[in-house]
């Protein structure tokens, strides 16, 4: 490659989670410096949350673990947690970036030894679990947080117990009067792959969600199966922490539905499938019911939705979920659906229902603060046509996709970000 | 140059509080050989680095140790470049964070750790990267269709240089016979137009790209940066040196005379996808029997897919392609009567906009199994099918025109399974599960285990790893678009831009003589000592990636821009003469050797856990941090993988008396998770041959387990570990110990 091109040849990612990591990573292996932007205090994104992926049920744990290998291997990558971009301005090849790095009143000097937690009494709700549980005031952000560094819930600033806090550090890593902060980057292109947010399930009135304790969501039963979730990966009804018998997912919870999100959210079938499969794991008995529109499994993943299908303790129902309700002394929580094979009314009682709801481009709700701005689309995602040169989304601000496809499309949005950086 | 060592306990975060460090120094300065030991209360502040770099200076330091935390912890702020050989010890996660402070049994471990990490650097030296002056950088491209295309003008857009070469007369692949594409703006309802012509003449009159029309790959031998490609063209073969490669060769319509269920073959007017597409192409959309215009249309979806007998997998593209044919119809005429049948309609995210609209334009969607075409008997065609959910037949009115949406079979998939070499007489059978490779007459590849990309499920060369989706088992050789999985057209341009990305990262990283993905930039390559080799063959067959070939007296012959560095080789060759610079069989061993074993009248056991250093490694940190505590008698070693395990560190530690050793690595299987694909299955292999040692020593069996083991097992960690102690316990001690 010639040596005399002339722009920044360097690369801003946006997004910590799989698709901003991949993309920073792939683009720093191929030579490029990069910076990577995450909102959060640890990498990892919404799949750091996740229990399994389909269709092999192996733990994210195992991949990003490679990515941030990958990460601490290659100088040419600089991460930035707790920090937003605040201002693109320029062109391709040449872009001015402000970023604001909000504080996490505790600094490099933090060895993760857990002297601050240990002298904190104060609990939290815990940000990770979507506040099913609570953590310590001074805390970190998981157990497999990368990097791996505590941070202060800005709740007990200004408390004695903040300066009990940072007088229990050995290393004077606790600092209180931390302020947010603004810094320039200059950058030849820009990825955006800040991902997706779960539909707020709330919106779907009838479905009760927020109201009945035992109608969760996908994202929330990711936490609940998870080893390092709330109930220790047992799943348990949140009414009264009894053990699960017969669980139901209601499919298209707002996907495909032009009140709510008229497109399909495309993961939402494998990941009830294989939800399905984490209680039937633990709960040898139990029975699992789905309710659906039509079972998108595409590709390969048809092995997986046949695999499940197969066993007898799951069952398919094609039908639209109407309403549900729940029993105020027991928690059990009954749903009324049209059976479409026998065009009967049913009404099934459950222990637990989860809401397949689907995926909202971040986009659609903090928008790219580029000047001239992003194009998006009706529902917020990025386009990929007509856009500004030289800014480019990956991953679920496109389209609703799986993992691998989001690693596959930040992979293209690192090769045309490198492209763009030889325009300057 | 000579080494000078340091070695630097760190008092903080515990450490001071939990060890006696006098005694740990002590200890290490009998091993150090002539080297520093040192303390400091904080190793990892400003001033313990500024101590640490001015240590180095005044004593003329080239290897430290660093007894701290864990290495996957403060790897940047440990960082004195690549002169210096580093090695960590792992004193607080796995020492003092799961162990009783101030106990003699975990001040033993301490100091075991801390010796054995001190043998490692002592016996480390800084990797050499293999390098070649005739490295080349440029991409060839397999295929020139949509996804070949696309992949070449992406490289070229990159500034590199691409090399196409497509096997008929014109670009374009099955973009030839495409009259519209389904929608992929706003609104998501139109149709798209899609101008073939303008791309292939903008990618002919791109400089930077150098087309091989009605063109074969007749070889292909080398290595990443060092391709040979031999290629059939008129007028003769021409060679090209490449340094990378991606494959996209496509995918083919399912044989449609295998659907004679559904009258393809029977009926003149029983056509596919791609034959109503041709005709739409061609502006002449009749009936085949008689000419006639197409009045009313049937579609059958999920012709031959997800079916067992057939393509038991989903073809992706067809339920979209079939709505896009359908609108075809209701744009020239909204009366025309179509119908779709269906079993799922597997229009996701914005596809669904598009499934709307035709449904708002008339057409009929019937969800059921089809039973059967008939003959009305007056020339039109009755579609019979059995509701999926309620088991009732449907028929259609008679319709003109019956569509098969036949789905999608790789072009890897065509061919005779290739048979790897069998075992001459008196040959041991090879140990290594085979690939499953079809000479599908793609790339001929001149590798000794094989002419083709290994196929996971179905003949697709796709990536086993939903996280890194282009790794294939072939280094530097990325499959991209129809070919690596089913998609429809929108997916395979991003994969292709995705994998030419792969194939650029391959040859910068190849030619500054790294590893690509898993070990992304390791130096260090196998060398192989092949005056002892004993041409047994093992390391030519266990390479997960086909990295080694052999010449016709069975001597391996490396090939180091193909290695992915994990070791694999290493743990086969039961020679030992396989090694890294900083990684061999003979350091492994000599930590081993390091470890102190108490004679058993002291009922102090010795345990060894050989950890994969991707899953078990971590997750044995992750107990750490969850301050989950187990006995003390675990010597915990990570390896690369656990596939670089050489069984000779098995005898090595039970000849020394260590009672039992634990392998933690990664799932395998069908799902495996194993980043360098067979090593943990490789390990498990050679354990079932671990027997012969054991009986050899008159030892139980139960005295070598392998554990699989993924980081989100931690909490598991303590019973896993536990429970191979207490079966130790009951064995007894080795009765080795003292000798």
């Known amino acids: 490659m010639s040596s005399s091109l002339e722009g920044n040849r360097s690369i801003l990612v946006v997004g910590g989670g799989m698709s901003g990591l991949s993309a920073a990573l792939e683009a720093a292996e191929a030579g490029f410096q990069v910076y990577l932007v995450e909102r959060e205090p640890y990498l990892g994104g919404r799949v750091a949350r996740m229990n399994r992926y389909f269709p092999k049920l192996c733990p994210p744990s195992c991949g990003l673990e490679i990515n941030f290998r990958r990460i601490r291997n290659n100088p040419l990558i600089r991460t930035f947690t707790l920090a937003q971009v605040e201002k693109i301005i320029g062109e391709a090849g040449n872009f001015d970036v402000t970023i604001r790095m909000m504080p996490r009143y505790v600094n490099e000097r933090c060895t993760g030894c857990g002297a601050c937690e240990a002298a904190a009494v104060t609990k939290v709700p815990d940000p990770f679990n979507y506040g099913l549980s609570s953590v310590m005031a001074a805390h970190l952000p998981h157990e497999f947080a990368f990097p791996m560094r505590y941070v202060l819930a800005p709740e007990i600033l200004g408390t004695e117990e903040a300066e009990k806090i940072k007088a229990s550090c050995p290393y004077g890593a606790i600092e209180l009067d931390m302020q947010p902060r603004l810094f320039d980057l200059k950058v030849g292109a820009v990825i955006w792959a800040t991902g997706w947010q779960p539909y707020a399930a709330e919106k779907i009135n009838y479905y009760g969600f927020g109201k009945h304790r035992n109608v969760i969501t996908n994202v929330l039963m990711e936490r609940l199966a998870s080893p390092g979730g709330p109930t220790g990966g047992r799943i348990l009804r949140p009414f009264d922490g009894k053990g699960v018998h017969h669980i139901a997912f209601v499919q298209c919870a707002g996907s495909r539905d032009e009140n709510h999100l008229p497109y399909c959210s495309g993961i939402c079938c494998l990941a009830s499938l294989k939800q399905a499969t984490y209680l039937l794991e633990q709960e040898p008995e139990a029975r699992a019911t789905i309710f659906y529109i039509d079972i998108r499994a595409l590709g390969k993943y048809e092995d997986f939705y046949v695999k499940v299908q197969s066993d007898e303790r799951v069952r398919l129902v094609k039908g639209k979920v109407g309403e549900i309700t729940e029993d105020p002394e027991s928690g059990v929580v009954t749903l009324q659906v049209e059976d479409q094979g026998s065009g009967r009314i049913l009404k099934e009682p459950f222990d637990l229902v989860v809401l397949a709801t689907g995926m909202v481009p971040s986009t659609a709700v903090d928008a790219i603060p580029s000047d001239p701005r992003v194009a998006l689309d009706a529902m917020g995602f990025v386009l990929s046509e007509g856009g500004i040169p030289g800014i480019y989304g990956a991953g679920c601000v496109t389209a609703p996709m799986d993992v691998a496809s989001c690693v596959q499309e930040a992979t293209a949005a690192a090769l045309r970000a490198i492209q763009a950086t030889r325009r300057g | ?739």
């Open chain 2, 1 to 739: 140059m000579e080494k000078k060592t340091g070695v630097f306990v760190c008092a903080g975060c515990g450490i001071a509080q939990s060890l006696d460090l006098e005694s740990l120094k002590r200890d290490a300065s009998e091993h150090v050989q002539g080297g520093i030991c040192r303390e400091h209360p904080c190793l990892c502040s400003p001033e313990g680095i500024a101590y640490i770099r001015q240590c180095m200076e005044v004593e003329g330091l080239n290897r430290l140790v660093i007894a701290a935390c864990s290495p996957r912890v403060m790897h940047d702020v440990f960082d004195f470049g690549p002169g210096t050989v580093l090695e960590r010890v792992n004193l607080r996660e796995q020492v003092i964070w799961c162990h009783a402070a101030n106990d003699e049994d975990t001040q033993m471990l301490a100091q075991d750790q801390l010796r054995m990490g001190i043998i490692k650097a002592l016996e480390c030296e800084p990797p050499a990267p293999f390098s070649q002056d005739d490295f080349s950088k440029r991409i060839l491209v397999v295929g020139g269709g949509l996804a070949g295309m696309t992949a070449a003008m992406e490289t070229a857009k990159a500034g590199y240089e691409a090399v196409l070469v497509e096997k008929s007369d014109q670009l374009g692949g099955y973009m030839k016979s495409v009259h519209k594409l389904p929608p992929s703006g706003p609104p998501y309802e139109e149709l798209r137009d899609f101008d073939l012509q303008a791309q292939v003449e903008q990618l002919l009159a791109t400089e930077n790209i150098k087309v091989y029309q009605k063109a074969r790959i007749a070889r292909i031998s080398g290595g990443p940066c060092l391709f040979d490609v031999e290629i059939d063209v008129n007028g003769g073969p021409v060679a090209e040196r490449v340094g990378a490669v991606v494959l996209c060769t496509g995918a083919v319509p399912y044989d449609p005379h295998k659907l004679g269920h559904l009258g393809y073959g029977v009926f003149p007017d029983v056509i596919t996808a791609l034959q109503l597409e041709s005709m739409f192409t061609s502006t002449s959309v009749v009936r085949p029997s008689n000419g006639e215009p197409v009045s009313s249309v049937a579609f059958i979806l999920c012709a031959g897919s997800r079916d067992p007998d057939h393509l038991p997998y989903c073809s992706s593209a067809c339920c979209i392609e079939s709505l896009k044919q359908a609108k075809y119809f209701k744009m020239s005429n909204p009366q025309t009567p179509v119908y779709i049948f269906y079993r799922d309609l597997r229009a996701h995210g914005h596809y669904e906009l598009f499934y709307k609209q035709l449904q708002k334009d008339g057409t009929i969607f019937v969800r059921g199994t089809v039973t059967g075409v008939e003959d009305d008997g007056s020339g039109g065609l009755i579609v019979t099918a059995d509701d999926i959910l309620t088991g009732a037949p449907v028929t259609t009115e008679s319709v003109d025109l019956v569509v098969l949406a036949n789905g999608m079979v790789p072009t890897t998939a065509m061919g005779e399974p290739f048979k790897a070499q069998t075992p001459a007489e008196g040959e041991e059978t090879p140990a290594a599960p085979a690939d499953s490779i079809i000479a599908s007459d793609i790339l001929n590849l001149q590798y000794r285990q094989g002419p083709e990309l290994p196929a996971l499920k179905y003949g697709f060369p796709d990536s086993h790893f939903i996280c890194f989706p282009y790794e294939s088992r072939r280094t530097g050789i990325y499959p991209a678009g129809t070919v690596r999985a089913p998609m429809d057209w929108a997916r395979a341009v991003e994969d292709a831009a995705g994998a030419a990305l792969k194939a650029i990262q391959c040859v910068e990283m190849t030619s500054r003589g790294g590893a690509v993905h898993p070990r992304s930039g390791d130096l260090s390559y196998p060398e192989f000592f092949m005056q002892r080799c004993t041409q047994c063959k093992r390391c030519t067959e266990e390479c997960p990636f086909g990295a080694i070939n052999e010449d016709e007296k069975a001597n391996p012959l490396p090939n180091p821009t193909r290695c992915r560095r994990c070791g694999v080789c290493m743990g086969a060759c039961p020679e030992r003469i396989i090694s890294f610079r900083n990684y061999s069989v003979g350091m492994i061993g000599n930590m081993i050797k390091s470890i102190q074993v108490p004679d058993e009248y002291e009922e102090k056991p010795r345990i060894l856990v050989l950890a994969c250093e991707n899953d078990a490694y971590p997750a044995l940190d992750l107990a750490g941090i969850k301050r989950l505590s187990y006995s003390p008698w675990f010597r915990i070693i990570p390896l690369r993988c656990l596939g670089s395990m050489n069984l000779v560190w098995i005898a090595d530690a039970l000849s020394k008396g260590i009672d039992g050793i634990l392998l933690l690595g990664c799932r395998h299987g069908e799902d495996y998770q194993c980043h360098f694909i067979k090593g943990s299955e490789l390990a498990q292999i050679r354990m079932s041959k671990i027997q012969e040692t054991l009986n050899r020593l008159v030892l139980e069996s139960d005295r070598v387990r392998l554990e699989q083991l993924s980081i989100a097992d931690y909490p598991r960690l303590p019973e896993i570990l536990e429970s191979f102690a207490a079966r130790l316990e009951e064995l007894g001690p080795n009765p080795y110990k003292g000798y």
